[in-house]
Nanobody, 120 residues
Framework: VRLVESGGGLVQAGGSSTLSCAAS????????MGWYRQRPGAQRELVAT???????NYADSVRGRFTIWRDNRNKIINLQMNRLEPGDTAVYYC???????????????WGQGTQVTVSS
């Protein structure tokens, strides 16, 4: 299983950035995909999730600023981040709660993480 994130980097406060995550080795169409982040000195926290049905869930801190969506054909999820704030500075991780082909059990898988730094 591979979850490969791209995007991120240094962004000015008020700016925008898009993260992408390409998945392989999982049954993507019914996987619950999501983005989590770990801010400096804090525990990893949920940012947004999107199951196979396409309904979305957001942390209160990002609702209205961030948008998650998925491309089932290409097995990609994206996170559009608008009106970024210094408090959004974190390592962002792609997550899949998914089955592997031929397996019945659901497991959590993580990408390697990508740094987003928002300067004030």
């Amino acid at each position: 299983v591979r979850l490969v994130e791209s995007g991120g980097g240094l962004v000015q406060a008020g700016g925008s950035s898009t993260l992408s995550c390409a998945a392989s080795g999982i049954i993507f169409s019914d996987a619950v995909m999501g983005w989590y982040r770990q801010r400096p000195g804090a525990q990893r926290e949920l940012v947004a999730t999107i199951p196979g049905s396409g309904s979305t869930n957001y942390a209160d801190s990002v609702r209205g600023r961030f948008t998650i969506w998925r491309d089932n054909r290409n097995k990609i999820i994206n996170l559009q981040m608008n009106r970024l704030e210094p408090g959004d500075t974190a390592v962002y991780y792609c997550n899949a709660y998914a089955r592997r082909p031929g397996r019945s059990n659901l497991l959590n898988y993580w990408g390697q993480g990508t740094q987003v730094t928002v300067s004030s």
